[in-house]
């Protein structure tokens, strides 16, 4: 019995990590990246709201460990300011909807970090930090461009298309040449070339004016006095003016 006492802590640990393992090596690189780009809009949202809550408060710093939205919702130390209190929760319930722009659509690197930057300019970001002097809020986009640097070292682009299968993809459509009908598949073999082709529009700039007809209208008394002849620069008559 002392003897199964002391082994217990080492298959507790087994237990705990064996399906962490074992998850790790099923999950695919796209789940994965997936799973990055939301610790990543966790780590980004944590560093805008520390910011502006340590610049707010001179003597109190935001807690290290509120880096998710369940810890930040919880949050209530914001001594006098309920108005900021407010607009902390409120940005931290928009910012939270900023980890479904990835994962739905493609899932390369490029647009990782596309929708990572997203948030950089986002209205409800730009608005949260507003309070910031011009001086800080670029220094903290910077320092939010850095996380976002390190987020896309760790991206896993194993299932990315390589550049010579994107250029084999583009080589395999011919480009479109101006002037060329392509002639359809089921066209009768004696079908001339120039049967196919639109037929000429003319000059556009070449034709006569259209004639304009006046047709009579019960509204003409009443238009009398309010509009001058100077709108019928033709010299056809006017159903407006020209009476």
């Known amino acids: ?15 705990l990590a064996v399906p962490g393992a074992l998850l790790a090596q099923t999950e695919t690189p796209a789940a994965a990246n997936k799973r990055l780009f939301q610790r ?15 610049k707010t408060f001179a ?25 900021l209190q407010k607009l902390f929760h409120n940005y931290n ?24 930057n997203t948030v950089l300019v986002d209205k409800n970001f730009e608005f949260f ?8 809020r670029v220094a903290l986009i910077r ?24 250029a084999a993809d583009g080589a395999a459509v011919p480009p479109a040449v101006d002037g060329e009908v392509a002639t359809p598949s089921n066209a009768p073999a ?4 120039e049967d196919v082709q639109p037929a000429p529009e003319g000059n556009l700039a070449s034709a006569p004016p259209p004639t304009l007809r006046c047709a009579p209208s019960m509204y003409r008394p009443a238009m009398i006095g309010l509009i001058t002849s100077r709108c019928c620069w033709r010299a056809v008559p006017c159903c407006c003016c020209c009476f």
Request: charged residues 30%.
């Open 1 to 15: 019995m002392f003897r199964f006492r002391s082994f217990l802590p080492l298959l507790l640990l087994l237990w």
């Open 40 to 54: 990543t809009v966790d780590e980004l949202n944590f560093r805008t709201m520390e910011t502006v809550y340590d």
């Open 59 to 83: 003597r109190s710093k935001f807690p290290a460990n509120l880096r998710s939205a369940k810890a930040r919702r919880e949050f209530e130390n914001f001594p006098g300011r309920p108005d």
């Open 93 to 116: 319930d928009v910012s939270e909807r900023f980890k479904g722009r990835f994962g739905s659509g493609r899932t390369d690197l490029i647009e990782f970090e596309k929708q990572l």
């Open 129 to 136: 930090v507003r309070v910031l002097p011009r001086d800080e």
């Open 143 to 166: 320092a939010l461009q850095r996380v976002i640097k390190q987020g896309t070292a760790q991206f896993n682009a194993s299932q990315d298309p390589a550049p010579e299968e994107l």
């Open 190 to 193: 004696g079908v001339a070339q």
